[in-house]
């Protein structure tokens, strides 16, 4: 029965064809000289595929036509030497005028004027390309940490809404890519090859059930045909310097789009962790880590898309990921009797890691659109190979006498395959769409520790080596609607998910094996009042399972007494989530609320008898969660802008700990001011502050912080070369400070300082020639998204 209704699903969305027409026209002038562009390349978008399906240039005077069938939403007008424009609406449009690059100058446009910010769908979308607020970052991962609502801590991690790691997009498909290698992806990308960020707080239901928020980065569309390409270069200074470069090539003809990238990155960072721990009554352990840590990364990456006719186009794309750390670790553990007045013992710890991580990346795509039905199908496999040896040396510092000495050989291996089917299908003025994913995750790691005997030789350690597997499949599909009612935009779907799991500590001869269904719903409601008010709310259910990490149960070690340790019985979590979203004009205002059940924690349990300090893992009952979220760009005069950002965060969870439990409503607020004076012959100079209140949870305190970068911004020849300097974190502010609650039951407190205090220079420069493409096309849904 299930099968036949699907096949008239199928069957249904095949069967509509509707098309209507209309013609814009419009005229294009200089915004200065009032005098007609020829030769202005006007791309007109797909609303379905948020591609280009026509283009057209203005003849000698300025003008151009266009003969719209389907669903065409908005039109993007670019010509060398001028500010690139989008207009998102499309009646009216009668005159056009366009900013020359590096004037500081209000801009013009009759009809349909561009702003910054808008929402989609309730989630903000912001312009990245051409916006001031942006124009002195150095690349990406900076331009997300100005970004309303998201947070990029010290070591690039990037969070949503407080809390939410969110899953990344490229051109609306998620990157298949490892934790660094999507890091060192985004510092390769320059503003200016970015067209737009969409911030996804609550995604809908044909997105992945684990995917609890979404940044979509939008890339620059190159629709002209011949090559063009450029060089990012940056160098961080500090005690150390860290170097990265990256090149960027494409070559378009009218039927194949070629793209390449070449990226290798070096140099040194530090790392330093002190703390102090403790039980009523037991000695007193005070802890001091430093770690140099010199990389190298080689990263390559081609593409191919090929046009094979108006409906169909077919894409490839290779790439390789290759890293190795070279990284020194040493510490120090000073113990006392519980006044401070006796040493215990006093050891010093050497821990010198050779870390080598091999990523490789097949994916395939291929789409079928015509007229107002799209297919697309995606396939991506990716190879992850991690192999770590370690050295564990611990002395005693007074006499330098050898404690122990251990060696450690990882070998971490990850396959992924991936395959989805999505279908949309346009009945009148809505959109039905039907899709269908495959996931196949294996995990294998194997640890192997040897130890010092007395005899001077290494033996096999079996009670700290270890064996373990994780195999998991995710079968999910997804049935969505959107449809406009006037004003109002109506979207909702259903997504089931069915996951299977086998977890294997051979080690330890435990064997979890997990098979259940979900069903997740999401529906949202959009009401746009009018071009400058609107509003929007959301809701829906998401699902958190748990990473190999939290699952492996083998120790991690900071030091040779303190680690963590996995749990293979952990459960997925879920999240339910309600969000409200207001605009008024550049200014938009969030406000959300949810409860999360089995929330996966992790807790310190120290043995005063052994010294040791472990983290384990668990699920807590639930927790509610609220935030409130205010950005303001304010314009004070044409020459400085200033953009405002409050947030606000409430969580109340329900923490059992040992034999008591824990039950406290934390709040906590972020400030972000991000001021740009635009100064005369091109120079830009931004101040951007941020400071973050005392947060935590039921058992730590956070301990609030600060930081403060300035930057500054020009370009050169034309805009081909575009130089940067800034100074980040200028008063080294940015160090992280946590602290116990319950003093009594263990005094914890300890800091985390990274080397964010950095003078950076960087340099962008464009290079290559292209002509414009005058022939009229319609591309495929995902054409242009290696480019």
């Given at each position: 029965m299930t099968l036949r209704l699907w096949t008239l699903i199928m069957l249904l969305f095949l069967s509509f064809f509707v098309n209507a027409q209309k013609v814009i026209t419009g005229k294009i002038l200089d915004s200065e000289t009032k005098t007609h562009l020829a030769n202005v390349e006007i791309a007109l978008f797909n609303k379905l595929s948020n591609q280009p399906v026509q283009k057209k240039i203005t003849d000698s005077l300025g003008q151009f036509r266009f003969e719209i069938v389907g669903d065409e939403s908005f039109i993007l007008v670019q010509k060398e030497g001028y500010e690139t424009r989008k207009l998102d609406q499309l009646d009216g449009i009668s005159?056009?005028?366009?900013?020359?690059?590096?004037?500081?100058?209000?801009?013009?446009?009759?009809?349909?004027?561009?702003?910054?910010?808008?929402?989609?769908?309730?989630?903000?979308?912001?312009?990245?390309?051409?916006?001031?607020n942006f124009k002195t970052s150095t690349h990406i991962l900076e331009v997300l940490r100005k970004t309303p609502g998201v947070t990029v801590d010290q070591e690039d991690g990037i969070f949503i809404g407080g809390r939410i790691s969110p899953t990344i997009f490229v051109d609306?498909?998620?990157?298949?890519?490892?934790?660094?290698?999507?890091?060192?992806?985004?510092?390769?990308?320059?503003?200016?090859?970015?067209?737009?960020?969409?911030?996804?707080?609550?995604?809908?239901?044909?997105?992945?059930?684990?995917?609890?928020?979404?940044?979509?980065?939008?890339?620059?569309?190159?629709?002209?045909?011949?090559?063009?390409?450029?060089?990012?270069?940056?160098?961080?200074?500090?005690?150390?310097?860290?170097?990265?470069?990256?090149?960027?090539?494409?070559?378009?003809?009218?039927?194949?789009?070629?793209?390449?990238?070449?990226?290798?990155?070096?140099?040194?960072?530090?790392?330093?962790?002190?703390?102090?721990?403790?039980?009523?009554?037991?000695?007193?352990?005070?802890?001091?880590?430093?770690?140099?840590?010199?990389?190298?990364?080689l990263t390559v990456q081609t593409g191919i898309d090929y046009r094979l006719n108006d409906k169909n186009r077919l894409g490839f794309s290779l790439r390789g990921n290759f890293r190795n750390n070279d990284r020194m670790r040493t510490g120090s553990l000073y113990t006392t009797n519980k006044d401070g007045t006796q040493l215990v013992f006093n050891t010093g710890s050497e821990n010198p890691i050779d870390y080598n991580q091999n990523n490789y990346g097949i994916g395939t795509d291929y789409s079928f659109i015509n007229k107002n039905f799209k297919l697309n199908f995606l396939g991506n496999y990716l190879l992850v190979n991690n192999k770590q040896k370690d050295d564990f040396i611990n002395r005693d510092i007074p006499t330098s006498e050898l404690l122990s000495y251990w060696k450690s050989d990882l070998l971490n291996k990850i396959n992924v395959y991936t395959a989805q089917i999505d279908i949309t299908q346009k009945v009148h003025n809505a959109n039905f769409e039907i899709g269908v994913k495959y996931s196949n995750t294996n995990t294998n790691n194997n640890i192997r520790y040897d130890t010092l005997s007395v005899n001077n030789q290494f033996i096999f350690d079996?009670?700290?080596?270890?064996?373990?597997?994780?195999?998991?499949?995710?079968?999910?599909?997804?049935?969505?609607?959107?449809?406009?009612?006037?004003?109002?935009?109506?979207?909702?779907?259903?997504?089931?998910?069915?996951?299977?799991?086998?977890?294997?500590?051979?080690?330890?001869?435990?064997?979890?094996?997990?098979?259940?269904?979900?069903?997740?719903?999401?529906?949202?409601?959009?009401?746009?009042?009018?071009?400058?008010?609107?509003?929007?709310?959301?809701?829906?259910?998401?699902?958190?399972?748990?990473?190999?990490?939290?699952?492996?149960?083998?120790?991690?070690?900071?030091?040779?007494?303190?680690?963590?340790?996995?749990?293979?019985?952990?459960?997925?979590?879920?999240?339910?989530?309600?969000?409200?979203?207001?605009?008024?004009?550049?200014?938009?205002?969030?406000?959300?609320?949810?409860?999360?059940?089995?929330?996966?924690?992790?807790?310190?349990?120290?043995?005063?008898?052994?010294n040791v300090l472990e983290y384990l893992g668990t699920n807590l009952p639930y927790r509610k969660f609220a935030s409130i979220e205010l950005n303001f760009p304010v314009k004070i005069t044409k020459w400085w802008n200033v953009s405002t950002q409050i947030a606000g965060y409430y969580n109340d969870e329900f923490r059992p700990y040992f034999d008591e439990v824990f039950a406290l409503k934390v709040y906590n607020y972020e400030?972000?001011?991000?001021?740009?004076?635009?100064?005369?012959?091109?120079?830009?100079?931004?101040?951007?502050?941020?400071?973050?209140?005392?947060?935590?949870?039921?058992?730590?305190?956070?301990?609030?912080?600060?930081?403060?970068?300035?930057?500054?911004?020009?370009?050169?020849?034309?805009?081909?070369?575009?130089?940067?300097?800034?100074?980040?974190?200028?008063?080294?502010?940015?160090?992280?400070?946590?602290?116990?609650?319950?003093?009594?039951?263990?005094?914890?407190?300890?800091?985390?300082?990274?080397?964010?205090?950095?003078?950076?220079?960087?340099?962008?420069?464009?290079?290559?020639?292209?002509?414009?493409?005058?022939?009229?096309?319609?591309?495929?849904?995902?054409?242009?998204?290696?480019?």
């Open positions: 005159l056009i005028e366009m900013t020359p690059l590096g004037k500081v100058i209000e801009e013009v446009v009759l009809e349909s004027s561009s702003r910054n910010v808008k929402l989609s769908d309730g989630n903000m979308v912001m312009n990245v390309a051409n916006n001031k609306g498909k998620p990157l298949v890519m490892s934790t660094q290698e999507i890091q060192a992806y985004l510092r390769s990308l320059s503003p200016e090859m970015v067209e737009s960020i969409e911030v996804n707080t609550n995604p809908s239901s044909k997105y992945d059930a684990e995917f609890k928020g979404i940044i979509d980065i939008r890339l620059k569309k190159n629709g002209n045909l011949g090559w063009k390409g450029n060089y990012n270069g940056t160098v961080s200074i500090n005690k150390f310097n860290y170097r990265e470069n990256s090149i960027n090539i494409s070559y378009n003809t009218e039927k194949v789009a070629y793209q390449m990238q070449l990226g290798y990155n070096e140099g040194v960072s530090t790392y330093r962790y002190n703390a102090l721990q403790r039980l009523a009554n037991t000695n007193v352990m005070r802890t001091n880590t430093y770690q140099k840590d010199a990389g190298k990364v079996p009670t700290r080596s270890n064996v373990f597997s994780y195999k998991e499949q995710v079968l999910a599909g997804y049935l969505a609607y959107n449809q406009k009612f006037n004003k109002l935009q109506i979207n909702a779907g259903i997504r089931v998910e069915n996951t299977k799991s086998i977890s294997d500590a051979v080690s330890s001869n435990s064997v979890v094996t997990r098979n259940y269904l979900e069903w997740l719903p999401s529906l949202n409601a959009s009401y746009e009042i009018d071009k400058s008010n609107e509003f929007s709310v959301s809701y829906s259910r998401r699902i958190t399972r748990p990473a190999f990490s939290q699952l492996n149960p083998f120790r991690f070690y900071f030091s040779p007494l303190n680690y963590w340790i996995g749990n293979p019985y952990l459960q997925p979590s879920f999240t339910s989530q309600v969000k409200a979203t207001y605009r008024y004009k550049n200014w938009v205002a969030s406000l959300a609320v949810g409860k999360e059940t089995d929330v996966m924690v992790r807790y310190p349990k120290y043995d005063p008898k052994t400030l972000r001011f991000n001021q740009v004076f635009s100064l005369p012959k091109g120079y830009t100079v931004n101040f951007f502050a941020n400071y973050e209140s005392k947060t935590g949870n039921s058992l730590y305190i956070i301990k609030s912080r600060y930081n403060i970068d300035i930057s500054l911004q020009k370009s050169w020849f034309e805009n081909k070369l575009n130089t940067k300097i800034s100074y980040n974190n200028i008063f080294d502010s940015y160090d992280q400070k946590v602290e116990f609650r319950h003093k009594q039951i263990m005094d914890n407190r300890f800091t985390h300082w990274w080397d964010s205090q950095r003078l950076v220079l960087a340099v962008t420069y464009n290079f290559g020639g292209s002509k414009y493409q005058v022939k009229e096309i319609q591309r495929s849904e995902e054409e242009g998204r290696t480019r």
